[in-house]
């Protein structure tokens, strides 16, 4: 007999092991997300998985999943608190759709689709923030970063490498490359890495691709990011 | 002529009136007159409320964002700065225009053609065409495309229509009606399904014919009351344009001519990648708009008109039949070489949109526009040019990137400001004819502002509700004492304001 826990009152099985995340996108279960990737040790700082566990606030990328757990996930509650942190992720960078080229296939913005989110609410920040276009092919805008930290990971955990980090603290937070000059042209990144490709929005990019892929083919055209999530990030012990 | 006008002898004891903002023109323009004891106007001009900054903002931007950010500039021909943004990008990639695709020139001059026709239609039917059929002194509750939609349904319709088609051919090369994506450097980022073409070419009939019937239109409106239109706010002036190199009408690629007022040719077929050894910027200190003129007549000669009027001027033919056949009757209603007329925008602008309408259904019945080959690369380079006709005139747009392919250095001369000497002379003239010892009215105020619509300007190339701006005038004495006000609402109404 296997282990279960309710999510929205749904019974749903479990894995020793196993996060309440992969749990429920095993079972088909959607939870909003950034910085969680199946593939990469879950860190726990977007807070846009906050779930309800037996009453408690909790992370649904960090938190293991424990027999008879009750969780509540797509409640009003957590909806409304799930768009206001994806509105403060709007406002703390400058996160400009109609120019950006990420637009269309970009989770922060999918994931705003997705929240119902019609507005900023909070005052902008305009923070001034800069570009790293050192490097041959690869590009910074450190407008766009969300400090997800998947870089970070997938440059340690894929790639080998050790090229990003995050640094800083608060409002002071940023991301840095592994450079004594600061510049992503002294990494020794290359454009193949998966660190360079897994940015969820249009922080890190691959030069010259910009806008390559019309309107219509964009991965969130047609499909909400719930269902492609669902479709495409495989939990863990399926592999 | 009146550029006596520009500044008053001396503005002691001088009045001053304000038409604030000019409503029905896409953006934000300010008229101000300085009257004397007597109404007679010492001093007329037009300031505009420019986008500043624009420059500034892509400044620091990679270069590939270009075409898809410049089309913030303006709400209504965004399409052409995306092309004259993405011609200039090619040639960062280095692919000169001869060496695009043919299917990705295909599918951007469709695009383009689109984008005239719906911004014509939007110009003609829902902007212009209260003033043209109802006159230019009429009731202001009139002046709008309600009461033409009411009182002239059949016509009213076609012009949505018409705009709509237009919308549509963007919407299927872009992905959205508006700000959609598609010229990327060196090509396209998509083609037409055959699907999609057969969706366009359902209605491209019907719009020929409407189109055809909106140049009728014009024409009679303009030849019943023939003295008026041709001596309405009219300049002779230089005209400046894209040609094909054999002469013909060209709205997407071409070399830069021009011609005087007698039709004589200052110069032709200049590469405009060359625009800054023959055409300057003047700067003047009470106007963000910046004067334009050719080098070679200098400033006080050189200034020159773009849009509809100068290209239906400085072409030798058009190479579709209906137009051709519009463009020889215009051009022989005058009996000149060159037509003056600041009101013959309106006509010439429909010729144009008949031509868009004939040039979509060829492009459309063109297999190349459905091709699979939209993308070339060349050598990188650092600088680039783009030039365009777009809806209002002659567009450029001039990019220098770094290594890192960063945009350095921008430099935009969009159409409305090439036009900006022929629109200040036009306030001139119609503030001096018209106004001069009358008392104010509306209607006398509408005569300034249809002359400056005729042009079709985009004063801050930036969205505004169309036909939606209150218009504001003020009667300020010598002192600077408010002495009247007038308000124009959003719906029309007029209403004096405060105890006068
Ligand atoms: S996905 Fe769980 S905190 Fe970001």
Redesign the pocket.
Known sequence: MSKTITIDGRTIPFEEGQTI?EAATAAGIYIP????HPEYT????????TVKVNGRVC????FPAMEGQDVLNDTKELRDDRRKITQMLFVEGNHLCPGCEKSGNCRLQAVAYYLNMLDNHFPHFYAKREIDASHPDVMIDHNRCIF?TLCVRASQQKDGKDVFAISGRGINKHLIVNAQSGLLKDTNLEVADEAAHICPTGAILIKRTGFQVPIGQRIYDHQEIDQVSLETEHPRHDE | MYEHLETAENRDNLKRVVVDPVSRVEGHGKVTLLLDADNKVQQARLHIVEFRGFERFIQGRPYWELPVLVQRLCGICPVSHHLAAAKAIDQLVGVDPENLPASADKLRRLLHFGQVLQSHALHFFHLSSPDLLFGFESDIAKRNIIAVLGEYPDIGLQGVKLRKYGQEVIRMISGKRIHGTGAVAGGMNKSLTKAERDYLLEDIDQMITWAAGSVALIKKVHCSNLPYYDDFATLRTNYLGLTKPDGALELYHGGIRAKNDKGEMIMDQVDYCQYNDYIHEEVRSWTYMKFPYLLSLGQEKGWYRVGPLARVNNCDYINTPLAEAARVEFKAHSGEAMVHSTLAFHWTRMVEALHCAESIKGLLNDPDIMGHDLVAQGEKRYEGVGVIEAPRGTLFHHYQVDENDIVTKVNLIVSTTSNNMAMNESVRQVAAEYLSGRELTEPLLNNLEVAIRAYDPCLSCATHAVGKMPLQLELIDAEGKLIDKLVKHSDGQIERDGDF
């Not at chain 1, 860190?43 to 846009?48: N, T």
């Not at chain 1, 992370?59 to 960090?62: F, K, L, N, Q, V």
């Open positions: 995340m997300h950034l910085c969680h879950p860190h726990g700082s977007c807070k846009l998985c992370s649904a990328c960090t997800c």
